[in-house]
């Protein structure tokens, strides 16, 4: 019964991290592509985390592993922290670059340093 929970958690949290990856890297812009590693990715990296305290635990006399439940509990802490900061660097940063309304989407193209986007266009800055 251990074994399957293990296997479960551990495919589960594989397939979280996949589903993170591939919207790192398919999402069009920052603010869409910044939740794959901090939703999807966090929940494929706590299971593989609680898998690896359930199989460390059980095989080594029942004592509980503390050393995943800590990774995981400072992951779980400071994922959605580091999001958050991100996201308002990227608002700001837009917000200071173009003069547009700051709650405007953030692009790729946005990030860029304003003589890069004109350039982009085909215009000159």
């Known amino acids: 019964m251990t074994e399957s929970a293990i296997a479960a958690l551990i495919v589960l949290g594989a397939l979280f991290v996949l589903l993170g990856s591939i919207g790192l890297a398919r999402l069009p812009d920052f603010l869409t592509r910044l939740h794959g ?9 706590g299971a593989l985390l609680l898998a690896s305290a359930i199989f460390f635990s059980t ?3 029942g004592a509980i592993s503390l050393h995943e439940l ?10 959605p922290v ?13 917000a200071k670059g173009s003069g547009d309304d700051p709650q405007a989407t953030v692009t790729g193209d946005s990030l860029r340093e304003p003589e890069q986007r004109s350039q982009a ?3 000159k800055p």
Not at 70 to 79: E, K
Not at 82 to 91: N, P
Request: charged share 15%.
């Open 37 to 45: 590693p901090t939703k999807a990715t966090t929940l494929g990296v």
């Open 59 to 61: 095989r080594e006399g």
């Open 70 to 79: 800590a990774i995981l509990f400072f992951l779980f802490i400071t994922a």
């Open 82 to 94: 580091t999001a958050h900061l991100l996201a308002k660097a990227a608002l700001h940063r837009q």
């Open 121 to 123: 266009a085909g215009r």
